[in-house]
């Protein structure tokens, strides 16, 4: 008769079923499955949150588990909590324990290490457990801060409310848009123009070479020109016209004569006075003046 019959081969299966479970079980749950480390006790008078398996952090490391949590019924604001830590951390006289949960409620047990000067805990020793104030801690401490705003943001916002509804804010907002739209043109306006100038400005340019070189040409004659010569040729010309103009001063010459003496002004006034009369009469009187006869031939 053979010793592995199916029966005990599916007592074996089992036996190895439950050990796999237990060992999975402590795995999941963050447990050591071959060491237990070192145990402490941890005293709150609080654990909302925490649970068995819940890891244990120095400093965002994380140096065990939490093994278990028991109730103190004799006296029940004593919760006892037991951690297992790791071998090597060694725990200064001082050190505390606090609660801590992030954003996504995750619980985490915080060690707050003491002063390592001051000797070391030994294993088995009972650590101060207290609950850190958290974001929500902090928000509800905010909570009176925000009741006496409360108030003030109401009156903020009926000013903002009897603002809103002056109607010369909606037409300052419609001058905006329309100074807004007329600096949009001129930008189009003078995007336009500077396309314009930069066609035309090698045609510019270019005139404004021709024009330089005009300018060269005009400075060169000029610098070749005898000022000399042409400013003695201007002197001679202004002593000329000083003679004729004192000539024209002086007695001397029909027209200094003309233009200094009355009586040739005179008899030339009375002569064209004798001569207009003489023109009047002879018109009245043409016979006076003018004779002629007229002979006929006979006829043979």
Do not use: W
């Not at 739209?181 to 045609?203: C, D, E, K, V, Y």
């Not at 005009?214 to 400075?219: E, I, P, Q, R, V």
């Amino acid at each position: 008769m053979k010793f592995l019959t199916k029966e005990v081969q599916i007592a074996l299966v089992a036996i190895l079923g439950l050990v796999i479970l237990f060992f999975g079980m402590k795995f999941l749950k963050g447990l050591s499955m071959f060491s237990e480390g070192n145990s402490y006790v941890v005293l709150f008078d609080d654990v909302t949150g925490l649970s068995a398996s819940s890891p244990v952090y120095v400093n965002g490391v994380k140096v065990g588990t939490v093994e278990s949590i028991d109730c103190n019924y004799a006296q029940p604001d004593h919760i006892i909590a037991s951690v297992g830590l790791d071998e090597q951390l060694v725990l200064p006289q001082g050190t505390s324990a606090e609660i801590a949960s992030d954003l996504l409620g995750n619980v985490r047990l915080e060690l707050k290490l003491g002063d390592p000067l001051g000797g070391k805990m030994a294993v088995g020793d009972t650590i101060v457990g207290q609950t850190a104030s958290g974001l929500m801690a902090k928000a509800a401490g905010m909570v009176p801060q925000i009741e006496q705003m409360l108030p003030k943001l109401d009156s903020i916002l009926a000013s903002v409310n009897t603002l809103l509804a002056d109607p010369t804010i909606a037409q300052s907002l419609h001058n905006v848009e329309n100074i807004t739209a007329g600096l949009t043109t001129t930008t189009q306006q003078l995007h336009l123009l500077t396309q314009s100038l930069n066609r035309q400005l090698p045609g510019i340019m270019s005139k404004a070479d021709g024009v330089m070189a005009n300018a060269d040409t005009l400075t060169h004659s000029l610098t070749t020109l005898d000022i000399a010569s042409t400013m003695a040729k201007v002197d001679q010309t202004m002593h000329n016209v000083e003679q004729l103009t004192a000539r024209l001063n002086s007695d001397e010459g029909t027209l200094g004569l003309l233009m200094r003496d009355p009586g040739l002004y005179n008899n030339l006034n009375a002569t064209m006075m004798h001569a207009d009369s003489l023109m009047i009469d002879l018109k009245n009187h043409p016979k006076r003046y003018v004779h002629f006869s007229v002979f006929g031939k006979k006829d043979k």
